[in-house]
């Protein structure tokens, strides 16, 4: 009966320390996804290759760079 015991009190603590990794591994993922969704890419028209993260204008012709899909 008491290995019983000891082998429940064993198996509690290892979901405790199950859920509470679970519980901080969500809470990291929340953030990294919070941190990239705003995150855009803006390109050239004319110019595809030219790829940016804050808008502005090209340097290769000037113009614009529109929010890439």
Do not use: R, W
């Amino acid at each position: 009966m008491k290995k019983l015991n000891s082998v429940l009190v064993g198996l509690a603590i290892l979901a405790l320390a199950g859920m509470a990794a679970f519980v901080v591994g969500c809470k990291h993922l929340d953030s990294d996804e919070q941190g990239s969704a705003h995150v855009h890419k803006y390109t050239c028209k004319m110019h595809p290759e030219v790829v940016q993260d804050t808008p502005g204008n090209c340097p290769k012709c000037g113009m614009a760079l529109v929010q890439k899909d």
